[in-house]
Nanobody, 127 residues
Framework: QVQLVESGGGVVQPGGSLRLSCAAS????????VAWYRQAPGKEREGVAC????????YYADSVKGRFTISRDDAENTVYLQMNNLKPEDTGVYFC????????????????????WGQGTQVTVSE
């Protein structure tokens, strides 16, 4: 069973950048599709991006398209979320989630039930 640990969150000014990491243990992450979600205070969880088991499949929410990039390094057993041109509305706790993958398919719907979740890392975008 895979365990996931997020890191890389912090406080950044609008327009800044952060790179989040989702490190896996207990299983080879290359077998899994992985998604990033976020949850702001008082709001529902929102899907941000996902990457399929085969790296050709990456998908983004409209709110982050062109600013965020999801990637994976299977040798490091890690998935990354590079976040550029951050905005205050990007503030929230960011979670990674994973499930055994199928080809180029992955999902980041708010209601999608991934089998494995990390504990989250806080991202705050503020002056």
């Amino acid at each position: 069973q895979v365990q996931l640990v997020e890191s890389g969150g912090g406080v950044v000014q609008p327009g800044g950048s952060l790179r989040l990491s989702c490190a896996a243990s207990g299983s080879a992450l290359q077998l899994y599709a992985v998604a990033w979600y976020r949850q702001a205070p008082g709001k529902e969880r929102e899907g941000v991006a996902c990457i399929s088991m085969s790296e050709g499949g990456t998908y983004y929410a409209d709110s982050v398209k062109g600013r965020f990039t999801i990637s994976r390094d299977d040798a490091e057993n890690t998935v990354y979320l590079q976040m550029n041109n951050l905005k205050p509305e990007d503030t929230g706790v960011y979670f990674c989630a994973a499930e055994i993958g199928t080809g180029f398919v992955c999902y980041f719907d708010a209601g999608y039930s991934y089998a494995h979740w990390g504990q989250g890392t806080q991202v705050t975008v503020s002056e």
